[in-house]
């Protein structure tokens, strides 16, 4: 639907003409009295007898013969100039003979006057006669059929005449009754239509979005989704996705997880379930490393959990730092005994229960004791919280000690979106690895992809490009700031090089 122009008025009261009578009164008027000057000429006063010899006579004002008065001979001068107009008005009756077809002619005997009064009813509609003197600037002709307004009611807008059924709504073409409308251009709505149009409607609540104190339309608008919502969404409880952050229709319910998460629909189709569904994901992962020349000899678990393991993790965790307001993932370096998910809960309902989840007792063989990620995520979120761990892991496993926040957060923020963009950008991709190692990896995001959902879906990818924007417009200063110089310094110097660079300073290369 086409958007109506911003020249918008609202306008009241259209000008009605009432009781219009058209052109065509006038004309007959005129007409008639040339006509009847016609008959004034000396014929005696018959009128027509019925079988029984009595006169039957017309009303008055329908009357058109009429007795002629007496003349005297100073009346000469006057009746030539009258007959005259007789033979004028002879010629244009037989002129008219000839436009007419076969079988329509008019009859002008001479010696009987009553023939030419049967040339006021041709047994067809003849075009209109305009009498002599009358101007064709009295027609008014509608605006909305093009044709003569010949009587009744008329309005009048912006130097148009209409007739009532034909001033229409440019939206609905429904005529416009109501004493109010409103304009955009030179293009009259209802004003409900109107409103329709251009007043935005919430996503969340399918109603118009109230003004403000000030007149104006206040909303607010996902940055990446562009779903608008009132602004009383933000604080009255609406849910919104833990995954893509777009908040719940009332139309439509999501799925909420036993921590308390709540996922939607999209989010929910590739959702990886549980550690042992995540396991072919987190190798491919590895295998992707191994393809970039950063290959991770230690066998480093890895766990799906909940949202209350996690922070628990989090508060035994010396090391590290945690992306706020929630984290999504961990890379442990201490001894710890976590609650993993075990199995994928059945549904009930919009809700998931009966999960099971099991005691896992992790002990330190190396730098690195076990990568944690929350459960019920989006494979490519999921798949990207790996890449950003397992940096973690390969810079403890490789030595790097005692980096500043940005400089770690930052290039391992680098390793997660160069995995996203392989993912859904596959052909682009500048950073796709080098050995035939990637050939694993992707043939496994292909194969799990498929074997799960079908081919991966245009949904996934829009996920997959939002994840890879919240990675680059990330507002905090280690994620973000640190993506920012990170990906500015390898796509200068390259990645192996920018590493090179980190273990001898502790910072990115200017």
Excluded at 88 to 93: C, F, G, K, Q
Aim: aromatic share 10%; with cysteine.
């Amino acid at each position: 639907m086409a958007s109506p122009s911003s020249d918008i008025n609202h306008l009241s009261h259209p000008c009605i003409y009432g009781d219009f009578v058209s052109s065509y009164s006038e004309r007959k008027s005129g007409f008639m009295k040339w006509f009847g000057k016609i008959f004034k000429i000396g014929s005696s006063s018959r009128g027509r007898s019925d079988s029984s010899g009595r006169h039957l006579q017309q009303p008055a004002e329908e009357n058109m013969v009429w007795r002629a008065p007496s003349r005297s001979l100073d009346d000469r001068a006057r009746s030539r100039k009258d007959e005259e107009d007789l033979n004028r008005a002879i010629a244009l009756s037989l002129g008219e003979n000839f436009k007419r077809p076969n079988g329509y002619r008019w009859h002008t005997g001479s010696d009987d006057i009553d023939d030419y009064s049967k040339a006021l009813h041709p047994p067809y509609t003849p075009a209109p006669l305009y009498p002599r003197g009358y101007s064709l600037a009295n027609v008014r002709i509608c605006g909305g059929c093009n044709q003569e307004i010949l009587y009744g009611n008329c309005l009048g807008w912006m130097d148009t005449y209409f007739h009532p059924d034909c001033f229409r709504c440019h939206s609905c073409r429904h005529p416009i009754t109501e004493r109010e409308f409103s304009l955009s251009g030179s293009r009259p709505y209802h004003k409900s239509c109107f409103k329709e149009l251009t007043h935005p409607k919430c996503e969340v609540c399918h109603q118009y979005i109230p003004i403000n104190a000030a007149g104006l339309i206040e909303y607010r608008c996902h940055p990446y989704w562009y779903q608008k919502y009132c602004p009383s969404h933000e604080y009255d409880n609406t849910a919104r996705c833990c995954s893509c952050e777009r908040l719940e229709s009332r139309n439509e319910k999501y799925y909420r997880l036993d921590d308390g998460r709540i996922l939607c629909f999209e989010c929910m189709e590739s959702a990886i379930t549980d550690t042992g569904e995540c396991q072919p994901l987190y190798h491919a992962i590895r295998d992707y490393y191994e393809g970039m020349n950063m290959r991770i000899d230690q066998q480093v678990p890895m766990l799906l959990v909940g949202r209350d393991a996690l922070n628990e993790a989090i508060v035994g965790e010396k090391n590290g730092f945690h992306h706020l307001p929630e984290t999504r993932g961990l890379c442990l370096s201490e001894e710890q005994t976590v609650t993993s998910v075990h199995r994928w809960p059945r549904m009930g309902g919009h809700r998931f229960i009966g999960m099971r989840t099991q005691h896992q007792k992790l002990t330190r063989k190396c730098e690195v004791t076990a990568i944690l990620v929350l459960y019920g995520l989006p494979r490519l979120l999921t798949g990207a919280i790996l890449a950003h761990e397992l940096m973690h892991a390969w810079l403890r496993l490789k030595g790097y000690r005692n980096l500043d926040a940005e400089v770690e957060e930052g290039i391992c923020q680098v390793l997660s979106y160069m995995w996203l963009e392989s993912e859904v950008m596959p052909g682009s991709s500048r950073y796709m690895p080098s050995t035939s190692s990637a050939s694993s990896s992707s043939s496994y995001s292909t194969s799990s992809s498929s074997s799960k959902k079908g081919a991966r879906s245009q949904v996934e990818n829009k996920l997959g490009e939002f994840f890879m924007n919240q990675i680059a417009n990330d507002s905090s200063p280690a994620y973000g700031g640190g993506f920012r110089s990170a990906i500015e310094a390898v796509n200068k110097y390259g990645l192996r090089c920018t590493l090179d660079h980190i273990r001898l300073t502790g910072h990115f290369p200017l």
